[in-house]
């Protein structure tokens, strides 16, 4: 019974890591872009000065 639970306590942590990684990969501006700057009618303007390719609406 106890590996049964510390099974369930390994996959559950790997799980809630999966996501977290997931989430902090698909931001808006990530990567060489250097982050958001700005937000202009509803589009992130990236710290580079593009517009993020984002299907995400920001209200800032």
Excluded: H, Q, W
Excluded at 3 to 10: D, H, R, S
Excluded at 14 to 30: D, K, L, M, Q
Excluded at 35 to 49: I, L, M, P, Q, T
Aim: hydrophobic content about 35%; charged content about 20%.
């Amino acid at each position: 019974m106890k590996k049964l639970g510390l099974a369930l306590a390994i996959i559950t942590c790997g799980a809630i890591s999966f996501v977290s990684y997931a989430e902090a990969r698909n931001t808006p501006c990530s990567g060489k872009k250097g982050g958001v700057a700005a937000c202009r009618s509803g589009k992130f303007v990236c710290k580079d000065g593009s517009i993020s390719a984002s299907k995400k609406i920001c209200s800032r």
